[in-house]
């Protein structure tokens, strides 16, 4: 079973999927039963026909540019790729910073500011990186220290503990009920579960790497590939 190491009572930081009006995915971020500290909704697509995909729920989560709106009012731009590095961006283009995913030969991903320097790393839990309800990543920062944990949700009981709580029937997807359902949402949500107070780039690029894996649907570890 995998646990959070010892030491300071952490934080902990759920964002949950639902789906705004015109069938996008919204990914909120709440920590306990406090107001959103911040929203990220889901990026049309490109072109009339992945804009409909959205709009009729043939298309839940993908690449695009995902727009992460803070409660303090300042904006990001998470712009999830196929096959090329995730690039964050504040509101007028400046660049944030850069995630270099998990790739063949690469067994981790790395955050990295507009200078080269390294922000975090995302690493596999070495205990249990995957259940059917959870993956789990290891986030470390600049100097190897352990910052904490992201979990992303699969399966609602993955909201339930910290810990896999049920080995149930193999159902990765929630399904939305109601009459002419859209497609399954693949990812519930994340769990951010913080060892440490964080700075503020620091907090947009972890909030920013959860919607880069909640909507973007981007693989972080080698399991998610």
Known sequence: MSET??????????????????NGLRLTFHEGDGEPLATAVQSGGGGRGAKLGVLFGFKNGGSGRHALSFADGHELIVQSREQKPTLITDATGGDVAVVNRVSKGVDRSTAVGPDGRELFQFSSDPVEPMTTDVFRVVVTGAAGEDVGRLHVIRKAAGWKTLSDVLDSAW??????????????IPILGTRLI????????????LFAACVDLAIGLRPYIAEMN
Request: hydrophobic share 35%; proline share 14%; aromatic share 6%.
């Open 194 to 205: 913080l060892l440490r107070e964080l700075t503020p780039i620091e907090r947009d690029v």
């Open 171 to 184: 159902n990765t997807y929630l399904w939305w009920d109601h009459a002419g359902a859209s497609l399954p």
């Open 5 to 22: 190491p010892p030491g300071p009572r952490p934080v902990v930081i759920d964002g949950r999927i639902a789906r705004k009006t015109s």
